[in-house]
């Protein structure tokens, strides 16, 4: 069974940084994509970072240079460091998993999501 277990999150300052986690129940490699994903309240949810099999990555426009995505596959587990943090941020934040041929196909499972929330 699939399993996606984010951590991290907490609250911080404006400036701040975290670094969340989320671990995998099944070999990373397999995967064809993996992302964070965020969704804040009465706001739909948006894609964060995505970072694809061949290690390449991409970042929704607000974060980037202030977000980077990774993954270490001996440990089977998705990162995202978050520097430079902005209220604009806070949000609940979801980690999934595409298993599909393309990652533009969709993701196919979704962790429960951990709380970023970022005070001014």
């Known amino acids: 069974q699939v399993q996606l277990v984010e951590s991290g999150g907490g609250s911080v300052q404006t400036g701040g940084s975290l670094r969340l986690s989320c671990a995998a129940s099944f070999d990373t490699r397999s995967s064809t994509c993996m992302g964070w994903f965020r969704q804040a309240p009465g706001k739909e949810r948006e894609g964060v970072a995505t970072?694809?099999?061949?290690?390449?990555?991409k970042y929704l426009d607000s974060v980037k240079g202030r977000f980077t995505i990774s993954q270490d596959n001996a440990k089977n587990t998705l990162y995202l460091e978050m520097t430079r943090l902005k209220p604009e941020d806070t949000a609940m934040y979801y980690c999934?998993?595409?298993?599909?041929?393309?990652?533009?196909?969709?993701?196919?499972?979704w962790g429960k999501g951990t709380l970023v929330t970022i005070s001014s």
């Open positions: 970072i694809d099999s061949d290690g390449s990555t």
């Open positions: 999934a998993v595409s298993l599909k041929e393309y990652c533009r196909d969709g993701m196919d499972y």
